[in-house]
């Protein structure tokens, strides 16, 4: 997939993540790691607004600058730190899914490795990004 069609469908898929944080929150806030304070919905909250934000980042015209650099620029590096910010969670999601009934346990643990193919594709895109403005 070229890069052009992985910086949509990322966009695409964060902005649809992001909502259905605001939809289904519960589900969401049991895999929040108890070491951070406060209620857990503020983080779910939290990361669905930062998801709704860099989906529409990404997905922004070329031509739309911020700082002196495009949009879709910052949305990558944005979807780059969104997904180091939430591999806690997705770890805290395997554990507490270790005791549960096939296939959630393998489903969770599954979703690990992906998150590091998640992070070369935002960086990947950054630097498409940024080889098109220079």
């Keep these: 997939m070229d890069n052009r069609k992985l910086g ?6 964060l902005l649809g993540a992001g909502i259905g944080h605001f939809i289904f929150p519960s589900g969401l806030d049991s895999i929040v790691p108890s070491a951070l304070p406060g209620d857990p919905r503020i983080y779910t909250y939290l ?7 860099i989906g529409l980042a990404l ?10 650099k495009p949009l879709k620029l910052w949305g990558a590096y ?3 730190a969104l997904f180091l910010a939430v591999y806690p969670a997705n770890i805290n999601m395997a554990i507490q899914w270790s005791d549960r ?3 959630e346990p ?4 599954a979703r690990l490795p992906f998150q590091f ?5 935002a960086w990947q895109l950054s630097k498409t990004i940024k080889r098109r403005i220079v």
């Excluded at 393998?106 to 643990?109: G, H």
């Excluded at 193919?117 to 594709?121: D, E, G, I, R, S």
């Design 47 to 53: 990361s669905g607004v930062a998801e709704i934000l």
């Design 101 to 103: 009934p096939m296939p």
């Design 78 to 80: 944005g979807a780059f």
């Design 117 to 121: 193919y998640f992070l070369y594709a």
């Design 106 to 109: 393998l489903l969770a643990y």
């Design 59 to 68: 997905l922004s015209a070329p031509h739309i600058k911020v700082l002196g």
């Design 8 to 13: 949509r469908l990322m966009g695409y898929i």
